[in-house]
């Protein structure tokens, strides 16, 4: 049986993944690819929006990864994926939930 939902990034949050430590990788990257077994976790946490345009965040180590889950298409959007200490700015994810409407 394949995984129902598909795994999508920003190119920005491709770009994060890219830039994080190689040690952390690995276990970032096993845990967006189980998002599309499960997009909501135990543990996953509704960060912001409202709507279609919700932000989701899994903690992984020290690590975190926002994304949209758009159910009607089975997608995973991976939108950030940043260390700990820097993923909760307010003015980014405004401009995540902006830029998630634009790639629409």
Excluded: H
């Excluded at 967006?32 to 077994?37: S, Y």
């Excluded at 690590?63 to 909760?88: G, K, M, P, S």
């Amino acid at each position: 049986m394949g995984s129902p939902y598909r795994i999508q990034f920003l190119a920005s949050a491709a770009r994060q993944l890219e830039a994080i430590p190689i040690n952390a990788q690995g276990a970032v990257a096993a845990a967006i690819d189980g998002l599309a077994r499960e997009p909501r976790p135990d543990g996953a946490k509704l960060l912001s929006g409202s709507g279609n345009e919700r932000i989701w965040r899994i903690a992984v180590n020290a690590y975190r990864v926002l994304y949209e889950v758009e159910d009607a298409r089975l997608v995973i959007l991976v939108v950030r994926v940043a260390d700990r200490r820097e993923v909760y700015n307010p003015t980014t994810l405004k401009r995540l939930l902006k830029q998630i409407r634009s790639s629409r």
